[in-house]
């Protein structure tokens, strides 16, 4: 029998990056519209990566086959 190849979900694909460490960075919410209620502090937080741990990694992971 023949070994299945596992297909990357796009669209997390899109949404996630994996690190050289296997660590995943995601964006952050919240940072795309309506932005001129929100204070420029908050605003700069928003624009840097965040990193995903724990349980959430493992699942990502598991749709992002390398």
Sequence with gaps: MAKVKLKTKKSAAKRFKITGTGKVKRRHACASHLLS?????????LRKAALITGGERKCILKILPL
């Design 37 to 45: 209620k929100k204070t420029s502090k908050r605003k700069r937080r």
